[in-house]
């Protein structure tokens, strides 16, 4: 068992990465549309929507992990105590 548990952890950090190094390739992709000047196309307007589809999915995933993983904590809010009792006003 004990074996198990630092391959699992490489595991899932090599998923990260991969999540992550297949995150940002779209956006070099959308890069590249906006320098040739293709994104005033409709082709060009497709393909960037497409890309940054597949970008945000596969940042969603590695966020997701990371927040799983405890590594976002944060960005939790923390709970808020019982609400102070204001002095009651007198009426008269």
């Known amino acids: ?5 630092p391959r699992e952890r490489l595991l899932l950090a090599v998923t ?3 999540s992550i190094l297949l995150g940002s ?9 906006i320098m040739t000047r293709g994104i005033t196309t ?15 999915i596969f940042f969603l995933n590695a966020f ?3 927040r799983e993983r405890g590594f976002l904590a944060f960005l939790l809010k923390k709970k808020a105590g019982p609400p102070k009792d204001t002095p009651a006003s007198k009426a008269g």
């Open 42 to 56: 409709v082709d060009g307007l497709f393909m960037s929507l497409i890309l940054l589809t597949l970008s945000g």
């Open 16 to 18: 990260l990465l991969i």
């Open 64 to 66: 997701l992990e990371l």
């Open 1 to 5: 068992m004990t074996e198990q548990r």
């Open 25 to 33: 390739i779209p956006l070099a992709g959308i890069g590249w549309i």
